[in-house]
């Protein structure tokens, strides 16, 4: 059973379009991240969010953490093909090491030109 | 700053033969990760660092795995013997010490390990 559920897994669209995914587990979470990995690299830092209900923003991204801290969401406004990428969520469990995270595994976003 | 720099890219094998993995932090990270990439599970952690020391190495699939970290400017994941099953991405990951909660990880390219 994988602790972060990510939906979806693949998502195609095209350029213009608004899109969210979603990030779940029934666990609580100190904090949650949101990486993007190119092919061929590793991931890289978006964001972080560490309090319930929290928004960030960053650009036309839009990063929310549940009130309960067992969720999160990305809502892409405008997606551009530049955003092409697999977006993984990773959280360090509440009670662990904040050095210890744990993956999704991944949504695979595709932004058709 | 280079970045975290993994040696090598791109690594084929055939099965029960050894494979060494490397790895260069960034200097000054005080934490070393490494994890492993496949489509079926994901990312996982395998084990971390911090200052040198194996901190949780719950994350290793048995015994055929080890890491090592000499010194705080390199670190090696081996498999041995190797075994088909064992082919995929393996990441090295670092980052600095911090009080707050969500440390930022800053990988490495990978190497992507074929076993045949």
């Known amino acids: 059973t994988q602790l972060l559920e990510q939906s979806p897994q693949f998502l195609s669209i095209q350029e213009g379009e608004n899109l969210t995914v979603y990030c779940n587990s029934s666990?609580?979470?100190?904090?949650l991240q949101w990486y993007r990995q190119e092919p061929g690299e590793g991931p890289v830092l978006l964001v972080t969010?560490?309090?319930?209900?929290e928004v960030k923003k960053l650009k036309r991204l839009t990063f929310q953490f549940g009130d309960a801290r067992k969720d999160s969401s990305l809502h892409i406004t405008a997606a551009q093909p530049g955003d092409t990428g697999l977006y993984l969520c990773?959280?360090?469990?509440?009670?662990?090491?904040?050095?210890?995270?744990?993956f999704g595994k991944g949504t695979l976003l595709t932004v058709n030109p | 700053d280079a970045g975290v720099i993994q040696s090598p890219r791109h690594e084929v094998t055939e099965m029960g033969q050894e494979v060494t993995l490397r790895c260069k932090p960034i200097?000054?990270?005080?934490?070393l990760f490494w994890y492993r990439q496949t489509m079926m599970r994901g990312l996982e952690l395998l084990i971390y660092?911090?200052?040198?020391?194996?901190?949780?190495d719950s994350g290793m699939p048995e015994d055929r795995f080890s890491a090592k970290m000499p010194n705080a400017s390199f670190s090696t994941l081996k498999i041995q013997p190797s075994e088909p099953r064992d082919s995929a991405v393996y990441f090295c990951?670092?980052?600095?010490?911090?009080?707050?909660?969500?440390?930022?990880?800053?990988f490495g390219p990978g190497t992507r390990l074929t076993v045949l």
């Open positions: 990951a670092s980052s600095p010490q911090g009080l707050a909660g969500g440390i930022e990880q800053f």
């Open positions: 666990s609580v979470f100190s904090s």
């Open positions: 969010v560490v309090t319930g209900g």
């Open positions: 990773a959280g360090a469990k509440s009670g662990g090491s904040n050095y210890k995270l744990t």
């Open positions: 200097s000054g990270h005080d934490y």
């Open positions: 660092f911090n200052n040198n020391v194996p901190i949780d």
